[in-house]
């Protein structure tokens, strides 16, 4: 079971360490929930999301109502120069380095962002399975729901009616762009759904981190 008041302890204390403090979401459900938690700790600045030009329209159509329901905070939806092609077919690992990876280090490093909450969790991969609360790399990036299951992310989500992705019931239990991203078969990995069959399951955004 996670520990709800830990979280937000986190959170809290990320909020009033770094005044410059962002947040980023793929979307995922475990995205909505951190989106909530920061909401009940009062935060207002930037959250970020990488509109690749190859989303499902569930995922913009979700980015839009999360928008409403936390209007206080400040949603950037980040983009790459590049009109949506089929890269993704010829040299996947480069669509993601300049459409999606590119976007979200150019922001914090233009707006001087030192330090971001982001949503991941231990068992949303078995690459994931040593997630620390606090990882430095580019920046000091914060994992407030590290401990988290997917049956309390459910739950929370529930209990308060947040709006999540409403592909994540078909299976889809890690949300990406439409090309390379499938659902998920019962036991199987849960990111097993991304990057099909390029023997990868990230697209190189956390892979500078390193433990506190």
């Not at 590049?82 to 922001?107: G, H, I, Q």
């Not at 078995?126 to 609360?133: I, K």
Request: charged residues 20%; glycine residues 8%.
């Amino acid at each position: 079971m996670a520990d709800l008041n830990a979280s937000i302890a986190v959170i809290e204390e990320a909020i009033g360490s770094y005044p410059d403090l962002a947040v980023t979401t793929g979307l995922n459900i475990s995205g909505s929930v951190l989106l909530d938690l920061v909401s009940r700790s009062n935060f207002s600045g930037a959250v970020l999301f990488v509109d690749t030009g190859y989303h499902f329209p569930q995922t913009l159509s979700l980015w839009e109502e999360l928008q409403d329901r936390y209007s206080e905070m400040n949603f950037v939806a980040l983009g790459a120069d590049n009109p949506p092609d089929t890269l993704y077919s010829r040299d996947p690992e480069l669509c993601c380095s300049l459409n999606k990876v590119a976007p979200l280090e150019n922001y914090p490093q233009e707006h001087r962002v030192s330090a971001v909450l982001n949503a991941r969790t231990r068992v949303s991969s078995p690459g994931r399975r040593d997630l620390s609360v606090i990882e430095h790399g580019t920046r000091v990036r914060i994992n407030p729901l590290i401990e988290w299951s997917y049956e309390d992310l459910e739950h929370y989500l529930e209990d308060r009616d947040i709006p999540y992705h409403s592909l994540y019931h078909e299976g889809y239990l890690s949300m990406g762009c439409w090309p390379c991203t499938g659902p998920v078969k019962p036991g199987q990995d849960p990111r097993s759904g991304r990057f099909m069959g390029q023997g990868r399951s990230e697209c190189g955004i956390w892979l500078d981190v390193k433990k506190a």
